[in-house]
């Protein structure tokens, strides 16, 4: 089984800049796509960003703000966020897609738990 597990998540004001950091563990044969997805409340959960055989991805509401970046050998994707808004405000998830040793060619989506990002003043 895969395991995402995220940390950074916090408060922080309008303007201000926050890091996320999620690494996936168990037995992994290749880890081919990792990212972020963000909800708030009343909405549908959205792609923020993802990062994928070298190419990156990312919501246009984000772009030129957000920076996504993954460490290949740590199996860890990152999420740099700058100039927060307040409708950045969410529960952010984190995903990878990934195949495992048990079953290294069928890919799986795996899900963290969320962790609660909030812009106010």
């Known amino acids: 089984q895969v395991q995402l597990v995220e940390s950074g998540g916090g408060l922080v004001q309008p303007g201000g800049s926050l890091s996320l950091s999620c690494a996936a563990s168990?037995?992994?044969?290749?880890?081919?796509?990792m990212g972020w997805y963000r909800q708030a409340p009343g909405k549908q959960r959205e792609l923020v960003a993802v990062?994928?055989?070298?190419?990156?991805n990312y919501a246009d509401s984000v772009k030129g703000r957000f920076t996504v970046s993954r460490d290949n050998a740590k199996d860890t994707v990152y999420l740099q966020m700058n100039s927060l808004k307040p409708e950045d405000t969410a529960v952010y998830y984190c995903?990878?897609?990934?195949?495992?040793?048990?079953?290294?060619?069928?890919?799986?989506?795996?899900w963290g738990q969320g962790t609660q990002v909030t812009v106010s003043s």
């Open positions: 995903y990878a897609r990934v195949s495992t040793v048990q079953g290294p060619f069928d890919e799986n989506d795996y």
């Open positions: 168990g037995s992994i044969f290749s880890n081919n796509a």
């Open positions: 990062i994928s055989g070298g190419s990156t």
